[in-house]
C-alpha cells in the first residue's frame, strides 16, 4: 500500500482537481490517496459553497478514496496555521508516504531552498527582514527583498535566479507550497513532498477559461448568474450532481453575504476591547473595525473600509468567520500549540476502509468515524477544538434558509459517506 496525501478545500470539486488527483497518483506510483479537506469555513475567509458532506461525497465519488477533515480552528486561518494543521494530521496517521500540492512553480527543489530559509530564519536574514519591515512596505513585500539579499550575501543566487525568488513568492499555490514544507520540517516528518505545476487558470481568475477553470471562476459564475448550466463544462459529472441537489434542497449556494446581519450585529454590540481579543486583530485594528462597521450595513462595504496595504482583503474576511464563530486570540494559541488533536472522517470508499485499517494502528491520533462516540476518546484539548467543529456546522446552515426546520447537531446526526463500488 502507497498512500498519496492531498491538502484540499474542493469548493467545488471541478476539473483541475480531478487532473491533480490523478496526476499526484501516477507521478509518486501511489495506488491510494487521502485528502485532508476543510469543513464548512474555509481559508479565503468565507463559508464554503456547499457543506462538508457533499464536498465529502464529491472527492469520493472522484476518486478520493478517504477524507478527512481539516479542523475549523485550522481550516479559516492563514497559509502557515493552514498548512500546519493539514500536514500534521497526513503526519501523525501514520500511513502517508507522499503528500502532492499544485504550485505555479513546479520545481520542488526550488520551493525547499526557500522553505528552508523560511523554516531556520537564520539570523543575518531576520535582521534583513526587520530592516524591509522599518521602512513601512508590506510583509511579503519585505520578505521577498530579504530571501533575495539573504541569497545574494551567502553566494547562493547561482541556485536561483531573483526572478524565480519573486515568481514563487507572489503566486499563492507557492506560498501554500512552502507552508507544506514548512510543516513537514518542524515536525521532522517522514512524509516525501511532491508538487506538480499548476495547469489552466490562474488561482484567482474570476472568468470561465475551457475545462480547467479555478474555483474562484466557478464560484463567481454560479453567484452571478445563478445557473449551473454556466459551469457544466468545468467539473465532472458528480460534482455536478451533488451541486444540483444542494441548490433544489436550499435554493442558493453559501457565501459571507448570507451572514451580514449577524456579522454586523456583532460588530456592532461587540465593544473595542472584545473586538481586539478576536484572533488577528493586531492591536489598533480594533478601532479601525468598529470605526468602518458604522459607516456601512453591508458586510463587504465594511471589509473593503477597512482594508489597507497591510491588512489584506482575505485577512479581514477570516477576521470576520473568526468573530462568527468566536474564535478569540488565547484560545487559537492555546488549541495550536498541542496541535490537532483527533483524525475525523468525512468520507470512505473501499480503499479508504484499507487506509482506516492500517492507520488504527499506526495514527498517533484518535480515529473518529462515528461522531456521536467521540466522547469516549476525549481529551481536554479534543474536545476545545471539536468543539468549533460543532459551532461551525450549526452556523454554517444559518446562511441557507430554504428549509423548514433548524439545522442543527448535524455533526452528531450525519454519518460518514460510505461508497462501497
Known sequence: MKVVGLVTE???????HLYHLNKSKNSTGCDYSIAVMSGNFLQRGEPALVDKWSRARMAIDNGVDLVIELPTVYACQSAEFFAYGAI???DKLGVTDYICFGSESGDIEKLDLL???LYREPDDFQNILKDRLATGIPFP??????????LQNNNRLNEMTVDDVSNIMSNPNNILALEYLKALKKLNSSVIPYTIQRMGAHYNSEKIQGNLSSATAIRTELFEKKDLSCIRKTVPLPTYSILEKNLKTYGSFNRIDNFNDILIYLLRSLDKKMIRKIFDVDEGLENRIKSCSEKFNN?????????TKRYTYTRLQRIMMHLLLGLYEDSFLH???KGPSYIRVLAFNKKGIEILNKAKKTSKLPIITKFANYSKLSNNSLEEMIRYDIKATDIYFLGLKKYDEPKVSLDFLNSPYIKNN
Not at 141 to 150: E, G, H, L, V
Open 115 to 117: 522553505a528552508d530559509i
Open 299 to 307: 458586510i463587504n462595504s465594511i471589509i473593503d473600509c477597512i482594508k
Open 88 to 90: 500534521s494530521i497526513l
Open 10 to 16: 474542493y469548493n467545488p470539486f471541478h476539473n483541475g
Open 141 to 150: 513585500q519585505a520578505r521577498t527583498q530579504a530571501i533575495t539579499n539573504y
Open 335 to 337: 488549541l495550536h500549540s
